[in-house]
């Protein structure tokens, strides 16, 4: 699994938004069967997806995404935990009109 997910975060950081999101979805898939929707490692594999949803242009998908992905890392992680920052800033990203991914 750790693989497959380095190959995402390559795939997106590469601009191959489509690659990354199919690498992303299987991945996130075992992630949520093998540590559960809740564990840090899940939210992280999820938050790439995001990302590589809005590279796509499912901005609406992506903003779900992430809005999700903020509501379990406020709970488990706090406020001031700095992926729960990331998430924050990610979405306000994802929600401005400008924003081209």
């Not at 999101?21 to 939210?43: K, Q, S």
């Not at 995001?50 to 995404?65: D, H, T």
């Amino acid at each position: 699994m750790d693989l497959r997910y380095e190959l995402a975060e390559t795939l997106r950081e590469r601009g191959a938004f489509q690659a990354a999101l199919e690498e992303y979805r299987e991945v996130a898939a075992v992630a949520d069967r093998v540590y559960g929707a809740d564990h840090p490692n899940t939210l992280i594999i999820r938050h790439g997806l995001a990302l590589a949803l809005l590279g796509v242009g499912q901005a609406a998908e992506a903003r779900n995404e992430l809005a999700a992905i903020l509501d379990i890392r406020r709970s488990v992680l706090g406020e001031d935990h700095p992926a729960t920052r990331q998430t924050e800033r990610e979405l306000r990203e994802a929600t401005r009109p400008d924003t081209q991914r």
